[in-house]
């Protein structure tokens, strides 16, 4: 979720760093920094939290000369946004730079380690561990010292390291996490995208997992870990810069949809340990949580949905009650809550004006307060009592997609830490829980190759003016959800029903050009009750579409147009059913030309009430 990027030339490497950080804005960042090593051999660090003008102003100020750095923009997944926090690190005697992108699982045991051999570490992120480590092995060879610590990083790293002592190379190496090397004439750049390379040369080098990188001015050799070099093929990427930061998708919104296979997997990482769930921030102790009679969830917009999800999971596993409350309604009533709540608020902005005056409602209460938020930092951060972060990364669509799916993830994960510490969970049924939870990943990527199929259905769907979207019960907020996608990127009106109400009213709305979407899974404990429902708009000549497990054989005779979704079962369903909605949309809105990334009348974060 960082930026990096490098620079070794005949250049002034600090504006080269500078623009290339600014071309990684997109990645969103909390603080940045860079690294020089000058004319002179020093070591010069610059680093700050919050915009990265902070750093152009030092740029500006400073008179050093060097053809050599690194920097880094932070997006915080270990550790508050603070100078101290963010990149670079430096070994203890300050001759050793690093940036790091990725997540170091390990990091606390290694800590443990360099703290016993004297080292100093100042930060609490996971990321100074590396560069210590670096500095422990150093006997005069970077890249021997890179090449021997990797084997001790469990997790995902893209690394670079610079060294007072070696003026004229950079050591990079990367595992799960991209890095990026463009070739120039007599200089050569890096970067963990391509945004900020595709200014100076198109010619790319992907690096592989497990590759170690030695980048001189006029030379680039790339070992493998028992440093034997590769011949690595040189790709010229034909990318305008704008499209490089979408990955090469028409929109944030897009990509980020895509980006969820790798969500679920950073969510989830790190996160168990021989079957237990850990939560780093979560300060509510074992005896704190035994006093629990009632979880309280309070949210808004697409959190609010993912907190109805998680009700379903939390009252159909552990049978603990759970209220979810819309937060904006929350904040104005006389709230019944005492310690024996365990308030979650949930939020991926960590702004949003309503959720924190809810949160401080509840903390008035006396209850305790957890913030589940995407943004290390964030105000709700700072307030709530403990937070779980939910680690989507930067989410740019102002459409909530992949920050909705990391919620659900943690949702389940919560569910588990709750069961844990409430013994109200057996471990078999855990760790069927978390094998299912392993395999969501592989199954929403099965589900965005058939995006053609969807495709299909939005060009038939895109001049509809009303849509209705039901289901049934933890479907209900998938419906929800998927209603919403659609009203906010394409400006359809719709709206969404637990199936059994439509004979209360909602049935009056259906006719032929009023289409319905249907949740309507196989094994569903409701899918003839669903079945029913269809049959009865079908009567009225409503057109309906079904969302339907491919080994459905019925579905097909029945639904005008039908979205498959592999056999799941149920409880884990909306990892799945969410992501054929949340494609429909995304395309309806962009058959209609509009602006996907940036809806009318919307914000990303709500701050105001
Ligand atoms: C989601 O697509 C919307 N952009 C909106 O409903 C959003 O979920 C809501 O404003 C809450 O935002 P938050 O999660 O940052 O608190």
Same mark, same amino acid.
């Given at each position: 979720m960082c930026g990096i990027v490098g620079y070794i030339g005949e250049k002034d490497a600090k504006n080269i760093l500078y623009n290339g950080l600014t071309k990684l804005e997109y990645k969103g960042y909390d603080s940045s920094g860079i690294a020089l090593i000058d004319d002179n051999k020093n070591l010069i660090i610059k680093k700050e939290s919050g915009k990265l003008t902070q750093i152009k102003k030092y740029i500006e100020d400073t008179n050093i000369i060097s053809n050599i750095g690194i920097g880094h923009t932070r997006w915080a997944t270990h550790g508050k946004p603070t100078q101290i926090n963010s990149h670079p690190h430096t070994n203890c005697r300050k001759t050793i730079a690093l940036v790091h992108n990725g997540i170091?699982?390990?990091?606390?045991?290694?800590? %443990?380690?360099?703290?016993?051999?004297?080292?100093?570490?100042?930060? %609490? *992120?996971?990321? !100074?561990?590396?560069?210590? $480590?670096?500095?422990?092995?150093?006997?005069?060879?970077?890249?021997?010292?890179?090449?021997?610590?990797?084997?001790? $990083? =469990?997790?995902?790293?893209?690394?670079?390291?610079?060294?007072?002592?070696?003026?004229?190379?950079?050591?990079?190496?990367?595992?799960? *996490?991209?890095m990026l090397i463009g070739i120039g004439e007599n200089e050569n750049i890096f970067g963990s995208d391509i945004p900020p390379i595709l200014e100076h040369t198109k010619n790319i080098i992907v690096m592989d997992d497990y590759e170690i990188g030695v980048i001189e001015k006029n030379k680039v050799t790339i070992t493998d870990l028992e440093g034997n070099i590769l011949n690595k093929v040189v790709e010229n990427i034909d990318l305008t810069i704008e499209m490089a930061e979408k990955s090469g998708f028409k929109h944030f919104m897009l990509k980020e949809i895509h980006e969820q296979p790798r969500v679920v997997e950073d969510v989830l990482r790190g996160k168990i340990e021989n079957g237990k769930i850990k939560f780093d921030n979560f300060n509510i102790t074992k005896e704190e949580l035994r006093k629990i009679e009632q979880i309280n969830i309070i949210a808004c917009g697409t959190s609010y949905h993912a907190g109805l999800v998680g009700k379903f999971i939390i009252e159909e596993i552990l049978k603990l009650p759970v209220i979810v409350e819309i937060a904006s309604e929350f904040r104005y009533k006389t709230p019944i809550l005492s310690e024996k709540n365990l308030v979650i608020v949930i939020s991926q902005s960590g702004e949003t004006s309503d959720t924190l005056g809810a949160l401080?409602?509840?903390?008035?209460?006396?209850? =305790?307060?957890?913030?589940?938020?995407?943004?290390?930092?964030?105000?709700?951060?700072?307030?709530?009592?403990?937070?779980?972060?939910?680690?989507?990364g930067p989410e740019i669509g102002v459409a909530s997609?992949?920050?909705?799916?990391?919620?659900?993830?943690?949702?389940?994960?919560?569910?588990?830490?709750?069961?844990?510490?409430?013994? $109200?969970?057996?471990?078999?049924?855990?760790?069927?829980?978390?094998?299912?939870?392993?395999?969501?990943p592989e199954k929403i990527s099965t589900i965005l190759n058939k995006s053609d199929e969807i495709l299909n259905i939005a060009k038939q769907l895109k001049n509809t003016k009303n849509i209705m979207y039901i289901a049934r019960h933890i479907n209900y907020p998938v419906a929800l959800e998927g209603s919403l996608k659609l009203k906010e990127t394409s400006y359809i009106h719709s709206e969404a029903y637990p199936a059994g109400e439509l004979r209360h009213g909602p049935v009056a709305l259906i006719e032929e050009n009023v289409p319905a979407l249907a949740i309507a899974l196989k094994n569903s404990k409701t899918y003839d009750k669903m079945l029913s429902n269809i049959q009865e708009i079908k009567a009225r000549d409503g057109k309906i579409i079904v969302l339907a497990s491919e080994d459905d054989?019925?579905?097909?005779?029945?639904?005008?147009?039908?979205?498959?979704?592999?056999?799941?079962?149920?409880?884990?369903?909306?990892? $799945?059913?969410?992501?054929?909605?949340?494609?429909?949309?995304?395309?309806?809105?962009? !058959?209609?030309?509009?602006?996907?990334?940036?809806?009318?009348?919307?914000?990303?974060?709500?701050?105001? !009430?």
């Amino acid at each position: 979720m960082c930026g990096i990027v490098g620079y070794i030339g005949e250049k002034d490497a600090k504006n080269i760093l500078y623009n290339g950080l600014t071309k990684l804005e997109y990645k969103g960042y909390d603080s940045s920094g860079i690294a020089l090593i000058d004319d002179n051999k020093n070591l010069i660090i610059k680093k700050e939290s919050g915009k990265l003008t902070q750093i152009k102003k030092y740029i500006e100020d400073t008179n050093i000369i060097s053809n050599i750095g690194i920097g880094h923009t932070r997006w915080a997944t270990h550790g508050k946004p603070t100078q101290i926090n963010s990149h670079p690190h430096t070994n203890c005697r300050k001759t050793i730079a690093l940036v790091h992108n990725g997540i170091i699982e390990n990091y606390l045991e290694l800590k %443990e380690e360099l703290i016993k051999k004297d080292h100093k570490i100042i930060s %609490e *992120t996971d990321s !100074e561990i590396i560069v210590h $480590l670096i500095s422990e092995y150093y006997t005069g060879n970077l890249y021997g010292a890179v090449q021997k610590i990797i084997q001790y $990083l =469990k997790g995902t790293f893209a690394i670079a390291v610079i060294s007072e002592s070696e003026p004229d190379k950079i050591i990079i190496a990367k595992k799960g *996490t991209s890095m990026l090397i463009g070739i120039g004439e007599n200089e050569n750049i890096f970067g963990s995208d391509i945004p900020p390379i595709l200014e100076h040369t198109k010619n790319i080098i992907v690096m592989d997992d497990y590759e170690i990188g030695v980048i001189e001015k006029n030379k680039v050799t790339i070992t493998d870990l028992e440093g034997n070099i590769l011949n690595k093929v040189v790709e010229n990427i034909d990318l305008t810069i704008e499209m490089a930061e979408k990955s090469g998708f028409k929109h944030f919104m897009l990509k980020e949809i895509h980006e969820q296979p790798r969500v679920v997997e950073d969510v989830l990482r790190g996160k168990i340990e021989n079957g237990k769930i850990k939560f780093d921030n979560f300060n509510i102790t074992k005896e704190e949580l035994r006093k629990i009679e009632q979880i309280n969830i309070i949210a808004c917009g697409t959190s609010y949905h993912a907190g109805l999800v998680g009700k379903f999971i939390i009252e159909e596993i552990l049978k603990l009650p759970v209220i979810v409350e819309i937060a904006s309604e929350f904040r104005y009533k006389t709230p019944i809550l005492s310690e024996k709540n365990l308030v979650i608020v949930i939020s991926q902005s960590g702004e949003t004006s309503d959720t924190l005056g809810a949160l401080r409602v509840a903390k008035q209460s006396g209850a =305790k307060v957890i913030g589940m938020v995407n943004v290390i930092g964030s105000t709700i951060a700072k307030e709530a009592y403990g937070t779980i972060y939910t680690n989507a990364g930067p989410e740019i669509g102002v459409a909530s997609t992949k920050a909705f799916l990391s919620q659900l993830t943690m949702m389940y994960l919560f569910m588990l830490y709750l069961g844990d510490n409430l013994n $109200l969970i057996d471990n078999k049924y855990k760790e069927y829980i978390i094998k299912n939870l392993e395999k969501i990943p592989e199954k929403i990527s099965t589900i965005l190759n058939k995006s053609d199929e969807i495709l299909n259905i939005a060009k038939q769907l895109k001049n509809t003016k009303n849509i209705m979207y039901i289901a049934r019960h933890i479907n209900y907020p998938v419906a929800l959800e998927g209603s919403l996608k659609l009203k906010e990127t394409s400006y359809i009106h719709s709206e969404a029903y637990p199936a059994g109400e439509l004979r209360h009213g909602p049935v009056a709305l259906i006719e032929e050009n009023v289409p319905a979407l249907a949740i309507a899974l196989k094994n569903s404990k409701t899918y003839d009750k669903m079945l029913s429902n269809i049959q009865e708009i079908k009567a009225r000549d409503g057109k309906i579409i079904v969302l339907a497990s491919e080994d459905d054989e019925n579905i097909d005779s029945i639904a005008n147009m039908s979205l498959k979704i592999e056999p799941i079962d149920e409880i884990f369903s909306p990892l $799945l059913t969410v992501i054929p909605l949340q494609i429909l949309a995304y395309y309806i809105s962009d !058959e209609k030309g509009l602006d996907v990334d940036n809806p009318r009348n919307l914000s990303k974060s709500v701050t105001v !009430e």
